[in-house]
């Protein structure tokens, strides 16, 4: 793929086809012979060949231990992890020692709400001290969050006695950014937000949310499971202090996904699963523990999964960013149409500024599970249900919505086949 | 629209999902035995809240006087719910119990229904045969039925004076456990 031979940001039909050529899967056809039209990349994206290959090729040429053993298969393997660790972390804009393996973005989010808890009980000594909460310390999210990034925090807020406090969000489903003054006060220790919702598409101005914590000494946690895999995200320039994304979303494997944290962060900050490949020295009643990532990183890793991650990151890489953002901004665009679907009504951003491919929306009269039934007869899977967002959608006053979302292989004419397939869901209830 | 998706979407769904039977509280009789039930489906956030009447005035064979319910949910769930309402009305105790057997097993059935024999008893509850082609929706079919269950454990109505002298059922439970709405 090369994307030099286009002037304007996005993909050309000829890239776009090349790029659905790499995705085995979207050849298959579904319910009776009909062609699939996959509007459900928010949930988890579809994996190019090379992403397949390289794990195939791991087990049959590289498979060995890393980090420990001196013989040639565990130099190639190790070499090949670490190498793929470097792939994600200037995918990210961060260095590599900065990303910790986990098992996935909950993983990630479980393992600082853990770490903090570990620090507030005196793990870690002096150094993490200043991760320590006490009572009445506040913890601020956002009424946008994924569950993901909700109950960590509730049960670390139970653990410690920390409160929690959160943003709202405005008629659209947009975090009410103009509240940073009031939300996150002296007593705010972390702000722990996402960078795009997974169920509105809204994307999050970072900026002021960082500023305004960084006024009060707070830690800011950044959910990025929707942006990496859609936007050009550099960690660094946001300035956040941590960050999850899990590689499944990003046309990766499933088991795998990345924290990322500032250097002396993680440096200070005590473990959380501990045991092998994570110590120095070993007696009968204690241990010290190698400095990060290692030190997060106990037991054996995902680690095929984990090479087929950083390819996953180059081949996203290689097709640049702002063309993936730009090629998608065009399908948000297009499937904004909906709202001209009678009955159709958008849960979030009703315009395409500062919004994913992500469209979650209500047909009056027709509960989503009927809507995505209907959807799936004609080989367009959406997502239904409450996306994991309870919350945000209490705040409309809905239980569940039907979701379609994009990936960069998402084609205009996928949407408009999901238009169409909208425009007959209320007939075939008799909806008027 | 593709046939498995028509048979799924019965007509006698669609219709009992547009008017639902049993929905709406009613003011419970006094002095009468009653049972409650909340029930979820997790992955959607559909939720039934169930009372259930019973009348224990034959204390050996108790029967559901009255049943209602709130809730929200997908046309699949509303209309198994409404069509549960019709069946166990009035019916004793133990044959909502052998009725809710029955349903289960042919959410079992992959699509494929059960004996005439047990689609009699069913009756317009046979028309779900298709929903269990689909897997993610067999749940939503059960969700009523899940509720009555536990309506009919936490009332008390199965440990009363009947219970001991109730019939075996005459019909073979399915070998396989139901599946659970949690």
């Not at chain 1, 030099?4 to 979207?26: I, K, M, Q, Y």
Request: charged share 20%; hydrophobic share 45%; with cysteine.
């Amino acid at each position: 793929m090369t994307t030099t031979d286009t002037v304007r940001a996005g993909l050309s039909a000829t890239e776009l086809a090349a790029v659905r050529a790499d995705f085995p899967l979207l050849a298959r056809t579904v319910r009776g012979g009909r062609p699939l039209v996959y509007l459900d990349s928010g949930a988890t994206s579809q994996k190019p060949q090379v992403v397949l290959d390289t794990e195939v090729d791991f087990y049959e040429e590289r498979n060995a231990a890393v980090h420990r053993g001196a013989h040639q298969l565990a130099e190639e393997a190790t070499e090949a992890f670490e190498d793929a660790r470097s792939a994600v972390a200037r995918f990210v804009g961060a260095d590599a020692d900065e990303i910790v393996w986990t098992s996935g973005a909950t993983a990630a989010i479980n393992l600082v709400t853990y770490a903090l808890s570990n620090a507030t009980i005196g793990r870690g000594g002096e150094a993490a001290r200043r991760f320590a909460l006490a009572p009445g310390d506040e913890i601020v999210l956002t009424e946008a969050e994924h569950h993901a990034n909700l109950v960590p925090w509730q049960e670390l807020a139970a653990r410690t006695g920390a409160v929690l406090r959160w943003f709202g969000v405005d008629d659209e489903g947009r975090i009410r950014v103009d509240e940073a003054a009031s939300v996150i006060t002296e007593r705010t220790r972390v702000v722990a937000f996402t960078h795009a919702s997974n169920v509105t598409g809204a994307i999050t101005p970072v900026a002021p949310i960082v500023a305004r914590a960084q006024e009060v000494g707070a830690l800011t946690f950044l959910d990025a499971c929707q942006s990496v895999p859609h936007l050009p995200v550099d960690l660094h320039a946001l300035d956040v202090d941590f960050a999850a994304f899990s590689g499944h979303k990003m046309l990766g494997p499933t088991g795998v996904g990345a924290l990322y944290g500032r250097r002396e962060l993680l440096e200070a900050l005590p473990p959380v699963t501990t045991g092998g490949s994570m110590i120095e020295v070993v007696t009968m009643t204690e241990a010290s523990y190698m400095p990060p990532p290692q030190r997060f990183e106990a037991g054996t890793q995902a680690v095929a999964q984990i090479v087929g991650l950083g390819v996953a990151a180059q081949y996203l890489e290689e097709l640049g960013m702002e063309n993936v953002a730009a090629h998608e901004h065009d399908l948000a665009v297009e499937m904004l149409k909906i709202a001209d679907v009678p009955g159709v009504r958008i849960i979030g951003p009703r315009t395409p500024e500062d919004r994913l491919a992500v469209v979650s929306f209500v047909v009056e009269g027709v509960h989503a599970h009927d809507v995505g039934q209907v959807l799936d007869a004609a080989g367009i899977a959406v997502r239904v249900g409450h996306h994991c967002a309870q919350p945000l959608h209490r705040r409309f006053g809905i239980a569940a919505t039907a979701r379609a979302s994009a990936s960069v292989y998402t084609t205009s004419e996928d949407v408009v086949a999901f238009r169409e397939g909208l425009a007959g869901v209320r007939a075939f209830f008799s909806v008027d | 629209m593709s046939s498995s998706l028509e048979q799924m979407y019965q007509q006698v769904i669609l219709d009992h999902a547009k008017s639902p039977h049993g929905r709406g509280f009613v003011e419970l009789a006094e002095g009468h035995l009653h049972g409650e039930s909340h029930q979820i489906n997790p992955t959607c956030g559909d939720e039934v809240t169930m009372r259930v009447e019973f009348d224990t005035a034959d204390p050996k064979v108790p029967t559901i006087s009255r049943v209602s319910w709130e809730g929200q949910g997908c046309s699949i769930s509303q209309a198994s719910l409404s069509v549960l309402t019709d069946l166990v009305t009035g019916a004793p105790v133990a044959e909502s119990e052998h009725l809710g057997d029955l349903f289960r097993q042919l959410m079992q059935s992959r699509g494929k229904g059960l004996d005439e024999d047990r689609e009699d008893e069913l009756g317009d509850a046979t028309a779900f045969t298709g929903v269990a082609q689909f897997p993610a929706r067999i749940k939503c079919a059960l969700l009523g039925w899940a509720a009555l269950r536990d309506t009919l454990a936490t009332s008390g109505v199965l440990a009363g004076p009947g219970a001991a002298s109730q019939p075996p059922l005459d019909q073979p439970l399915s070998p396989q456990s139901p599946q659970e709405n949690r």
